[in-house]
């Protein structure tokens, strides 16, 4: 068997294509929820402490000096992006708990009940009309 051959027969399997949607939407969730966070969640927090704006908050190390820039730690960057991880994974953990609460209730959906002696009965019934009148 031919590489190519092999290869489209990979590519074409519904697992990779389920997969390479997934992380296409994941991407794009996550632009969503960096925004969300950004602009939705931190400005009001910022604000209640003071009007802090977290991604400007940092420790410098060292002044720019001439033309090398500036040595700093800028926790605020990581405190917003800490923020967009906790979101998402809020988010995915709702997500994957609704998913398995529909798997439960699809999976506990009654099966039909065998029908009862009458019913058996009155179907046979039926059944011997219709073979008379035909």
């Given at each position: 068997?031919?590489?190519?051959?092999?290869?489209?027969?990979?590519?074409?399997?519904?697992?990779?294509?389920?997969?390479?949607?997934?992380?296409?939407?994941?991407?794009?969730?996550?632009?969503?929820?960096?925004?969300?966070?950004?602009d939705v969640i931190m400005p009001p927090i910022g604000l209640a402490l003071g009007g802090v704006n977290?991604?400007?908050?940092?420790?410098?190390?060292?002044?720019?000096?001439?033309?090398?820039?500036?040595?700093?730690?800028?926790?605020?960057?990581?405190?917003?992006?800490?923020?967009?991880?906790?979101?998402?994974?809020?988010?995915?953990?709702?997500?994957?708990?609704?998913?398995?609460?529909?798997?439960?209730?699809?999976?506990?959906?009654?099966?039909?009940?065998?029908?009862?002696?009458?019913?058996?009965?009155?179907?046979?019934?039926?059944?011997?009309?219709?073979?008379?009148?035909?």
């Open positions: 068997m031919s590489i190519v051959k092999e290869f489209k027969e990979f590519a074409v399997k519904g697992n990779v294509v389920d997969l390479a949607v997934g992380v296409i939407i994941g991407a794009a969730f996550g632009k969503v929820v960096t925004s969300f966070v950004a977290f991604t400007s908050l940092q420790i410098t190390l060292k002044e720019a000096f001439e033309k090398q820039p500036a040595v700093a730690l800028r926790y605020g960057s990581f405190l917003q992006t800490a923020f967009d991880f906790l979101i998402v994974a809020v988010a995915i953990f709702m997500m994957v708990k609704l998913i398995n609460r529909l798997k439960r209730q699809e999976a506990a959906a009654p099966t039909p009940a065998a029908p009862t002696k009458d019913q058996v009965l009155l179907e046979e019934i039926r059944d011997a009309l219709r073979a008379r009148g035909a």
